[in-house]
């Protein structure tokens, strides 16, 4: 982030990453302008919130027809500011609508009010859960997928009858004021999508500008300092942290098609992906045919046309350290190796092989094109592996048989079986991750009821011959409830 300061607020710059040209700027929002914005977002929430889900969703529609009509705007600035290939910046728009439209319609059905079972001791009640919003999120978003994954919080947030005050990354907040530029076209008169632009410091007044809850997507280590910050006001927080995503393929997969989506899974999005694909165990009878064929492919994928630049420069570092540091470790370069990496791009996809498990390449997350692919006696073992990670975003599976019998030992939140990373397109499925991946969910009803607060009002019908919970019943009254208990929990 390039400071300038001009105005009242010191402005950033947002540049291109591969020519480093300046794109636009943007005020950094301090303490004071982060808190204004929040009570701006606040003052609209009321009415948001009497519109109702029926009146939010044609609104929330009406948003997801602007942004389709513009798309090839977004798609270009997205190929501009974040650096991704046209396809990828295609596919994220393409889930992206997909969420949104999903959250529109389904607000109703999975939160409205609805009636429960009372139970036979309390049956003279008149029982009923609904889903209230929160009133005011703040949303933390990445540079990563700067439309997909803030909108996994942005859509369902706003679908649930809250305003949102949105920080985008200090890398992409055009991107991020794209989007609240579209709501205000789409939704005029609501302001209740409200940017926050600037970097860690500005997402850190949010997490303390009287929030009703944080969304935040990022790294586990500012997770850690979110949660902290958020601590002394009991303020809940919603953490969509990395991964170190595993592909386990047992040896009756079909092995061309787990090198395909091993290939896909590590390099779309320039590996920038929290559920990317980092790490293969292969079953030891396939070890041999998949790692050729891996190199085969591999050396067919060329930075520039088939992903793009490493967004966030710093980066860079990373990616070269963990490659140095798994050959010195006796890991094997099978395609690629530290001189891949040029900035801003690593020129291919790096296939390090047999790399030791205590390695950074196996440990951390790299967030680049490189894929470790290890041997293991089967899948068993693979996924024995894949669980040693202080992670536990995504995974996926290979099997001809017994596929989602693996599927489910593994330690995380998702998984995919014979595919890679099918589960965030699929609207209805939560997203999120467990252990140093973060809690809480996004996508789907769980996603919906994330920024929600359950209600639970009892409503009594009639009396009932048994006085309980008031200071005029008798000991008659007790030795009935006593028998009643008795009976019904001896059943
Ligand atoms: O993340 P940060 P960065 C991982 C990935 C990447 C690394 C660092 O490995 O290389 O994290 O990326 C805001 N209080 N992921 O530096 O710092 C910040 O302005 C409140 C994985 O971008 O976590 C930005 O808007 N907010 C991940 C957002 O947090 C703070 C996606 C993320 O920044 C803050 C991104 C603070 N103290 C990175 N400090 C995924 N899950 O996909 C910074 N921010």
């Known amino acids: 982030m390039?400071?300038?300061?001009?105005?009242?607020?010191?402005?950033?710059?947002?540049?291109?990453?591969?020519?480093?040209?300046?794109?636009?700027?943007?005020?950094?929002?301090?303490?004071?302008?982060?808190?204004?914005?929040?009570?701006?977002?606040?003052?609209?929430?009321?009415?948001?919130?009497?519109?109702?889900?029926?009146?939010?969703?044609?609104?929330?529609?009406?948003?997801?027809?602007?942004?389709?009509?513009?798309?090839?705007?977004i798609i270009a600035l997205m190929e501009r500011e974040n650096g991704k290939v046209k396809a990828d910046a295609l596919i994220e728009m393409t889930a992206a609508l997909t969420h949104l439209d999903w959250a529109a319609r389904h607000s109703g059905k999975v939160l409205r009010r609805r009636r429960v079972p009372s139970g036979l001791l309390m049956a003279n009640q008149y029982a009923t859960v609904e889903y209230r919003p929160f009133g005011v999120i703040g949303v933390i978003g990445p540079w990563n997928y700067p439309v997909h994954t803030?909108?996994?919080?942005?859509?369902?947030?706003?679908?649930?009858?809250?305003?949102?005050?949105?920080?985008?990354?200090?890398?992409t907040p055009a991107i991020g004021a794209w989007l609240a530029d579209t709501f205000a076209e789409a939704v005029p008169g609501h302001d209740v999508l409200v940017l926050a632009t600037g970097d860690g410091g500005t997402g850190a007044a949010l997490c303390t500008a009287c929030v009703d809850k944080i969304a935040f997507t990022g790294s586990a280590r500012t997770g850690a300092r979110v949660l902290a910050a958020c601590a002394p006001s009991l303020t809940p927080v919603l953490l969509e942290l990395g991964g170190k995503d595993a592909l386990v393929v047992a040896a009756d997969a079909d092995v061309d098609a787990a090198v395909e989506s091993a290939l896909w899974g590590a390099c779309s999005n320039a590996?920038?992906?929290?559920?990317?694909?980092?790490?293969?165990?292969?079953?030891?009878?396939?070890?041999?045919?998949?790692?050729?064929?891996?190199?085969?492919?591999?050396?067919?994928?060329r930075a520039g046309t088939d992903f793009g630049p490493v967004t966030m420069p710093g980066q860079l570092d990373?990616?070269?350290?963990?490659?140095?540091?798994?050959?010195?470790?006796?890991?094997?370069?099978?395609?690629?190796?530290?001189?891949?990496?040029?900035?801003?791009?690593?020129?291919?996809?790096?296939?390090?092989?047999?790399?030791?498990?205590?390695?950074?390449?196996?440990?951390?997350?790299?967030?680049?094109?490189?894929?470790?692919?290890?041997?293991?006696?089967?899948?068993?073992?693979?996924?024995?592996?894949?669980?040693?990670?202080?992670?536990?975003?995504?995974?996926?599976?290979?099997?001809?048989?017994?596929?989602?019998?693996?599927?489910?030992?593994?330690?995380?939140?998702?998984?995919?079986?014979?595919?890679?990373?099918?589960?965030?397109?699929?609207?209805?499925?939560?997203?999120?991750?467990?252990?140093?991946?973060?809690?809480?969910?996004?996508?789907?009803?769980?996603?919906?009821?994330?920024?929600?607060?359950?209600?639970?009002?009892?409503?009594?019908?009639?009396?009932?011959?048994?006085t309980v919970s008031s200071y005029a019943r008798g000991a008659k009254d007790m030795q009935r409830l006593q028998r009643l208990v008795t009976f019904i929990n001896s059943r």
């Open 2 to 73: 390039t400071a300038i300061d001009a105005g009242a607020l010191p402005r950033f710059a947002t540049l291109d990453p591969v020519t480093g040209e300046e794109i636009d700027t943007f005020p950094v929002d301090d303490e004071r302008s982060v808190r204004e914005k929040v009570d701006r977002a606040r003052r609209a929430s009321a009415a948001w919130d009497r519109l109702g889900h029926a009146g939010r969703r044609q609104l929330l529609l009406a948003w997801r027809r602007v942004m389709a009509r513009r798309l090839p705007e």
């Open 150 to 171: 803030p909108l996994g919080s942005l859509a369902y947030a706003l679908a649930a009858g809250n305003a949102v005050v949105f920080k985008p990354s200090e890398y």
């Open 271 to 301: 590996g920038q992906s929290c559920a990317g694909i980092e790490r293969v165990y292969v079953a030891a009878p396939v070890y041999e045919r998949f790692l050729g064929r891996c190199a085969e492919r591999a050396r067919e994928l």
């Open 318 to 466: 990373v990616i070269r350290r963990h490659i140095d540091d798994a050959l010195a470790r006796g890991g094997r370069a099978v395609v690629g190796g530290p001189e891949s990496v040029r900035p801003p791009y690593v020129l291919g996809p790096v296939v390090l092989a047999d790399v030791p498990e205590d390695s950074a390449a196996v440990r951390e997350e790299t967030f680049g094109p490189v894929l470790v692919v290890n041997r293991v006696a089967d899948a068993e073992e693979g996924v024995e592996r894949a669980n040693a990670s202080a992670y536990g975003l995504g995974g996926a599976v290979f099997a001809r048989r017994g596929g989602l019998r693996l599927a489910e030992r593994m330690r995380t939140g998702m998984v995919s079986v014979n595919d890679v990373l099918s589960f965030p397109a699929v609207p209805s499925l939560p997203f999120g991750g467990r252990g140093a991946s973060g809690f809480g969910r996004i996508h789907g009803p769980d996603g919906l009821r994330e920024f929600t607060v359950p209600k639970a009002v009892t409503r009594k019908l009639f009396d009932v011959p048994l």
